[in-house]
């Protein structure tokens, strides 16, 4: 069973500075995805890794993919309180069930 | 339709009753799941269902939850002698076609039902 990992869970960082949250899984999964959950909202897609080595970028969120490690990585530039949110990591096992990680709080203030 | 539709958005039962929930996904998404996320915690895969194979049930916690997908489109989630512990938000997301490597296979979620059990 596919086990996704992030951290930190919470995270709380002042405007205009940089971070990144981790995502770890424990098997074999080619494709990795981003969520974006607003409080009392639904999850929206943010970003579909489909490679090794992929990268995504819109606006100050940059998601990476290291498949040989088993690691996706969500890097935070220069944060704004728009983007305060809640950031859940994904990917699929035996190619059909999406399992999600534990999510990472995030809240960014002045 | 244009989304995920789901209902109700919220419902308040007794510790004990029946409910079900309803889901609608994306016209011609073969690929439709749900999820539990209690208050504050992460996404908790509960069943899957794809095109006329047999569901992947391997998420539900006990033999109180059931689903069913008629037609291969709406999607029914019922959960029989409610506890308290049910409490929870229940998400339903369909895809075009999971798994398939040549392509993105994003889900849409639909807004979710807000389950309370007194």
């Known amino acids: 069973e596919l086990k996704v990992e992030q951290n930190p869970l919470f995270l709380s960082m002042q405007e205009g500075k940089n971070y990144t949250i981790y995502c770890n899984y424990s098997?074999?999964?080619?494709?990795l995805y981003w969520y974006r959950q607003d409080p009392g909202k639904s999850l929206e897609s943010l970003f579909v890794?489909?490679?090794?080595?992929a990268v995504k970028q819109e606006g100050r969120l940059m998601a990476s993919l290291d498949t040989k490690a088993r690691l996706s990585t969500l890097h935070i530039t220069a944060a704004v309180h728009d983007l305060s949110a809640t950031y859940f990591c994904?990917?699929?096992?035996?190619?059909?069930?999406?399992?999600f990680g534990t999510g990472t709080r995030l809240q960014v203030f002045p | 339709g244009a989304g995920v539709s789901q209902s109700p958005s919220n419902k308040v039962t007794e510790k004990g009753k029946d409910v079900e929930l309803r889901c609608d996904p994306i016209?011609?998404?073969?690929?439709l799941y749900w999820y539990r996320q209690s208050l504050g915690q992460g996404l908790e895969f509960l069943i899957y269902?794809?095109?006329?194979?047999?569901?992947?049930k391997s998420g539900l916690p006990s033999d109180r939850f059931s689903a069913e997908r008629t037609g291969g489109s709406v999607s029914t989630l019922t959960i029989q002698r409610t506890q308290q512990e049910d409490s929870a938000v229940y998400l339903c997301?369909?895809?075009?076609?999971?798994?398939?490597?040549?392509?993105?296979?994003?889900?849409?979620f639909g807004a979710g039902s807000r389950l309370t059990v007194l």
């Open positions: 997301a369909s895809s075009s076609r999971p798994g398939q490597s040549s392509g993105a296979n994003v889900l849409t």
């Open positions: 016209s011609g998404h073969t690929a």
């Open positions: 994904a990917g699929y096992y035996n190619t059909d069930k999406l399992i």
């Open positions: 890794l489909l490679s090794n080595g």
């Open positions: 269902f794809q095109g006329n194979s047999a569901p992947d």
């Open positions: 098997t074999t999964s080619d494709r």
